[in-house]
C-alpha cells in the first residue's frame, strides 16, 4: 500500500466505540474514514460500492458477522481487513487470519494497537494484539503472512 491517502470503513455496531476508533484514525492525516456502519451486511455493501484501502471490522456484528462479512468481501476485494473485536482465542484468530485478515486488535488495547496495527498492515504486515500474539504459534502467523503476501 502506498504512503498516500488511504480510505478505511470502520463497521463496528456499538457507536460510543466506533466514535473512539474513529477519532483514534483521525490523528492520522494519510487516513481517511469514507463509511461507518453498524452491522455486517452494510459493512459487505458499502465494501462493495467504496472500494477501501482498509477495512477494521468487528466480529460480533448484527445482521452478518464479521467473520461472514469477511469471507463475503473477500470474493471481490483485496483490501486488508483488521479485526477490532473483544472476542479472543486462538482458534478464532487463527480463523480471522485464514480468511484473509491482516490484523487482529482487542478492543481493550485499541487505543494503544490500533495505529500500530494499521502502521504494520499498510507496511505489508501482520499485526496480532501482543496479549494474544502467546495464544498463537509463530509458524502459523509465519505461514498466514507468506501465503497473503504472495496473494497481492
Do not use: H
Amino acid at each position: 500500500m502506498e504512503s498516500s491517502l488511504l480510505s478505511v470503513l470502520v463497521a463496528e455496531d456499538f457507536i460510543p466505540f466506533r466514535s473512539l476508533i474513529c477519532s483514534i484514525l483521525a490523528s492520522r492525516v494519510n487516513l481517511q474514514v469514507i463509511c461507518e456502519v453498524g452491522d455486517g451486511l452494510e459493512a459487505v455493501q458499502k465494501a462493495k460500492e467504496l472500494r477501501p484501502d482498509l477495512i477494521l471490522l468487528d466480529i460480533g456484528l448484527p445482521t452478518l458477522d464479521g467473520m461472514s462479512a469477511a469471507r463475503e468481501i473477500g470474493k471481490f476485494s483485496k483490501c486488508r481487513i483488521i479485526f477490532v473485536t473483544q472476542q479472543s482465542g486462538a482458534d478464532l484468530i487463527q480463523e480471522a487470519l485464514a480468511l484473509g485478515a491482516w490484523g487482529y486488535v482487542v478492543k481493550a488495547r485499541a487505543s494503544t494497537d490500533l495505529l500500530a496495527a494499521v502502521d504494520a498492515v499498510c507496511n505489508g504486515g501482520q499485526f496480532v494484539s501482543g496479549e494474544l500474539q502467546s495464544e498463537l504459534s509463530t509458524a502459523s502467523l509465519t505461514a498466514n503472512v507468506t501465503k497473503r503476501q504472495t496473494e497481492t
